[in-house]
């Protein structure tokens, strides 16, 4: 299901493509886990869109445990080994779920960003699987800069009003403007079916372009045994406030092993 070819890309690019990796019953229950997500949202639910772009954008966090389709493909397809394979990691816990919409001529761009800055945690082997519910083409999927997972760490800023709210001003390296000079970098896109997959490392530097005919995606994120908490002074996105108590949590350094955080693999 996934060939030496695509083990290698990963480790040279920080990002590749696998075809149809999740089977249609598979895509199929993720596409009625994102209708009840979207008709029920969670506490960790976020309207992207402005009021200069009023059109649906919308995102929500964490809901594995709130419907069963989700828990099963992250837990039980194909997917841990396969990030075990990516990762080379013998051990892969699940780390959450992201679920995306986007209304039909939505056109609000996702800005490149790196991942892990928002996330409490440090380590390498890390991996996000982007599963489209719907056909995407080329010039409406994601897109992620070749080589940008070896580092340096990059300075989240929120999306739109582009305050850097994690790390202090000037201690992380700005992301560059790639929009600006596109020839300078290596960009992977590619068309995609329900099924594929695109995955790439949580320090991989990625943005979204807009859509014209809609888009549902389901991004499921897995850890290997390197991965370990890094306690932050701020609110994460998505936040894990369960980690701070002081009995059941996890201190900073420790290993990712909570029941937020399955083991899915081996």
């Known amino acids: ?154 300075m989240p800023r929120t999306f739109v009003d582009k305050e850097a709210r994690w790390f202090p001003e000037g201690t992380l390296e700005e992301v560059p403007d790639i929009d600006q000079d596109r020839d300078s970098f290596q960009i992977r896109s590619w068309e995609l079916e329900p099924g594929d997959a695109i995955c790439f490392s949580f320090l991989s530097l990625h943005a979204a372009p807009g859509t014209k005919k809609g888009r549902r995606t389901v991004s499921l994120r897995y850890v290997g045994e390197d991965v370990r908490r890094a306690q932050r002074p701020w609110q994460t996105s998505p936040p894990f406030p369960e980690l701070d108590d002081q009995k059941d949590g996890l201190k900073d350094g420790d290993e990712l092993n909570h029941p937020l955080f399955p083991v899915v693999w081996p």
Not at 68 to 93: G, M
Not at 100 to 105: E, G, K, Q
Request: net charge negative; glycine share 4%; charged share 20%.
């Open 1 to 154: 299901m996934i060939t030496n070819e695509e083990i290698q890309a990963f480790a040279d690019e920080g990002t590749v493509v696998l075809r149809q990796v999740l089977t249609k019953a598979e895509v199929e229950s993720l596409q009625q886990a994102v209708a009840f997500v979207m008709n029920n949202p969670g506490p960790l639910s976020i309207q992207l869109s402005s009021e200069d772009n009023p059109s649906d954008f919308t995102e929500d966090f964490r809901r594995w445990n709130d419907h069963k389709s989700i828990e099963s493909v992250a837990c039980h397809s194909s997917l841990p080994k396969i990030a075990s394979l990516l990762t080379k990691s013998s051990v892969i816990r699940f780390h959450h779920d992201h679920i995306l919409t986007r209304s039909v001529r939505n056109q609000q761009r996702t800005p490149w960003h790196q991942d892990q800055p928002y996330y409490d945690i440090e380590g390498t082997q890390t991996v996000s699987f982007w599963l489209p519910l719907d056909p995407v083409p080329k010039d409406e999927s994601i897109e992620v800069v070749a080589g940008t997972h070896q580092g340096p760490w990059m």
